[in-house]
């Protein structure tokens, strides 16, 4: 026993009464606090979100956003998002993408799978599901940016003003008929869904960011003309 690794785990009933301590014997201590910190105290906000979006590549990002704007999914729904060509597909974006990225930008793992959870907004248990570990932070108040859009025949043109961010701040997805925007600096935090009255080529643009202002030229698709 004295070899072995130990845990102690410091715990107070609701009121603040009844505080106590729990050793649990245990192997491989660094993994058993990694899983309690990222299940008990990480804490997910919006920010820690966009941080790892922008290193992702177009699936990994359709993956991640999905399950931060609806809490949990299932294997079946992020294929669906990008056509994955099977499930097996998704599962490593998830371990060898996704994940790997959240342990260098937060510390720990972000999306882990649940076999029967409570989903706590309505009260449901959510079966066979991937999830954001942690604690959700309440979702932030974003100013809604100026937005012009011009159809240009063989283009759409967005402008959006973003007074007080850099080039750097911004976080830019593209997707068939919809264009999500965020920016956030120290005064300033955006985000903006915008659905495209054509459908676009994801890979067929160009963006420019210039005096807090951002143009991204899209591709139509063929035939969307």
């Given at each position: 026993m004295?070899?072995?690794?130990?845990?102690?785990?410091?715990?107070e009933n609701e009121k603040g009464r009844g505080a106590g301590q729990v050793w649990i014997m245990v192997g491989g201590a660094e993994t058993w606090k990694s899983r309690i910190f990222e299940r008990s105290l990480l804490e997910i906000n919006q920010e820690a979100i966009d941080k790892i979006i922008r290193e992702l590549d177009a699936p990994s990002q359709s993956i991640l956003l999905f399950i931060w704007r609806n809490r949990h999914a299932t294997i079946r729904e992020?294929?669906?998002?990008?056509?994955?060509?099977?499930h097996m597909d998704v599962l490593n974006r998830i371990r060898g993408i996704i994940n790997p990225i959240a342990e260098r930008v937060l510390g720990c793992s972000l999306l882990a799978f649940e076999r029967s959870k409570?989903?706590?907004?309505?009260?449901?248990?959510?079966t066979y599901s991937w999830w954001i570990t942690g604690k959700i932070q309440p979702k932030e108040e974003f100013e809604k940016p100026i937005v012009d859009m011009f159809d240009e025949e063989d283009y759409l043109s967005v402008v959006?003003?973003?007074?007080?961010?850099?080039?750097?701040d911004v976080v830019f997805k593209l997707e068939n008929e919809k264009v999500t925007i965020s920016a956030s600096s120290m005064n300033k935090k955006y985000?903006?869904?915008?659905?495209?009255?054509?459908?676009?080529?994801?890979?067929?643009?160009r963006k420019a960011f210039n005096n807090n202002v951002?143009?991204?030229?899209?591709k139509k698709a063929v035939g969307a003309h």
């Amino acid at each position: 026993m004295r070899s072995r690794d130990a845990l102690c785990i410091s715990y107070e009933n609701e009121k603040g009464r009844g505080a106590g301590q729990v050793w649990i014997m245990v192997g491989g201590a660094e993994t058993w606090k990694s899983r309690i910190f990222e299940r008990s105290l990480l804490e997910i906000n919006q920010e820690a979100i966009d941080k790892i979006i922008r290193e992702l590549d177009a699936p990994s990002q359709s993956i991640l956003l999905f399950i931060w704007r609806n809490r949990h999914a299932t294997i079946r729904e992020l294929a669906h998002l990008y056509e994955a060509p099977n499930h097996m597909d998704v599962l490593n974006r998830i371990r060898g993408i996704i994940n790997p990225i959240a342990e260098r930008v937060l510390g720990c793992s972000l999306l882990a799978f649940e076999r029967s959870k409570k989903d706590d907004e309505t009260g449901k248990i959510i079966t066979y599901s991937w999830w954001i570990t942690g604690k959700i932070q309440p979702k932030e108040e974003f100013e809604k940016p100026i937005v012009d859009m011009f159809d240009e025949e063989d283009y759409l043109s967005v402008v959006m003003e973003l007074p007080g961010v850099g080039a750097e701040d911004v976080v830019f997805k593209l997707e068939n008929e919809k264009v999500t925007i965020s920016a956030s600096s120290m005064n300033k935090k955006y985000h903006q869904e915008i659905d495209l009255p054509a459908e676009v080529d994801t890979e067929g643009f160009r963006k420019a960011f210039n005096n807090n202002v951002l143009e991204i030229k899209l591709k139509k698709a063929v035939g969307a003309h």
